[in-house]
């Protein structure tokens, strides 16, 4: 296959299992889900979360992806809600197959429906919050830390820190006894700590939702450590016959995913330029990316 975008083609996929993925995602699209993470994926990465937003190519290429393929779905640790809106998911014609997997799963939404459906709250996130405070002055009250409040999950981010990662190696340790101490788990991630719910992560999501709509292959875009338990997902439905694509969303801040992927690409405008051509590849009229097209100019 050509690596020529500007043509409709899509990059090779390095390996053998990531091409026969590919291949079966083409032939049968209609057995197919493709996932995405969000931030880092679908939305670059920004200083404050609460200004992420997804790539103005984002939703054009889903929108064009999902009405032939059996579900696209977005897998985020965010709340399924701030996913919607931050990703201007609602309410668009030809999405009527997107799901959110919110927190990790434990929330969904459908836009077939407009409706989300939601686990109980972990009880041991109320006690996070209420010592989370003296935990973090504690540890050295850094400055530019800050905590993002996300419901089911509380995080805590170094990336405005004078030493982003100091801070970071700094307070690992203390938010690991945290959790710990009330029944959560730490989820490291690119200069962020997440305390969540054990039993939540986007590979058990992502299995459940394949298994729900009997899927015949499977695609998997992500960034970040969290993303890691959706490659390994991916993996173990490859093992047992499932084809499958993993895309990594290249980062200098974290390169587990790009040892393992089939496909390495710089960043969310690149993953949303191969998810538009995917759609083209298999009949859909996904125009390309309004940066994309400006680069070309």
């Given amino acids: 296959m050509s690596t020529d975008n500007e043509t409709g083609s899509l990059p090779r996929p390095r390996t053998t299992a990531g091409r026969d993925g590919l291949a079966e995602i083409l032939a049968r699209p209609g057995k197919a889900v493709v996932a995405v993470d969000f931030d880092g994926t679908l939305a670059p990465i920004v200083a404050d979360p609460e200004q ?49 997997l919110g927190h990790y799963g434990a929330e969904r939404w459908s836009a077939a429906t407009g409706e989300i459906t939601a686990a109980p709250e972990h009880p041991g996130i109320a006690a996070v919050r209420r010592e989370l405070p003296a935990v973090l002055a504690a540890a050295g009250g850094w400055a530019g830390v800050w905590t993002e409040e996300k419901g089911r999950a509380v995080a805590v981010h170094t990336r405005r820190a004078t030493d982003p990662q100091r801070a970071f190696d700094a307070l690992t340790a203390p938010l690991t006894a945290l959790a710990t101490h009330h029944g959560l788990v730490l989820e490291p991630g690119r200069l962020v700590l997440e305390l969540r719910p054990p039993g939540m992560d986007k590979g058990k999501a992502l299995l459940t939702h394949v298994r729900e ?59 949303v330029a191969f998810l538009g051509a995917l759609a083209r590849a298999i009949g859909g009229s996904a125009p390309e990316p309004p940066l994309l097209k400006r680069r070309r100019g």
């Fill in 213 to 271: 709509v009997s899927a015949g292959s499977v695609l998997y875009a992500g960034d970040d450590l969290g993303d890691l338990p959706a490659f390994a997902a991916v993996e173990k439905l490859r093992a047992s016959g499932t084809p499958g694509l993993l895309l990594c969303s290249g980062s200098d801040e974290v390169q587990e995913l790009a040892t393992r992927s089939d496909l390495t690409l710089p960043g969310p405008e690149a993953v």
């Fill in 52 to 100: 992420a937003r997804a790539h103005p190519g984002a939703v054009p290429a889903l929108a064009a992806l999902a009405p032939r393929v059996a579900s696209v779905a977005v897998v985020t640790g965010r709340p399924a809600e701030v996913a919607v809106r931050y990703g201007g998911f609602a309410g668009v014609p030809g999405l009527d197959r997107l799901v959110v």
